[in-house]
């Protein structure tokens, strides 16, 4: 789901970096003005956005962010992920390297 995620957010960038390199030369043709008023209005509603809705994830594990959203994925991860490690014998290894 993570690497969904990812792929999805770092698309979103590209193509909406793309739209902005090509809208920004015309508008720029009809009004400096207009230009520098669209993209201050769109830093200010993302600032606003960013600071008062989305909450605060940095120093926060990914448990906590589940908690916070009321989302039970990071424990599922984990015990997959230790089921996996137990079906390699992966986690005897682990526990054994520790232990030394």
Request: glycine residues 4%.
């Amino acid at each position: 789901m993570r690497s969904k995620g990812v792929a999805l957010s770092t698309a979103s960038n590209w193509l909406n970096n793309f739209f902005i390199g090509l809208v920004t030369p015309v508008i720029m043709e009809s009004s400096p003005t207009a230009t520098f008023a669209v993209f201050s209005v769109a830093c200010t509603l993302a600032y606003f956005w960013s600071t008062y809705l989305v909450p605060e994830t940095a120093n926060v594990s990914l448990e906590e962010i589940d908690s916070m959203f009321k989302s039970s994925v990071g424990q599922e991860d984990a015990q997959m992920k230790h089921q996996i490690e137990e079906a390699l014998g992966l986690r005897n290894l682990v526990q054994e390297l520790a232990a030394s």
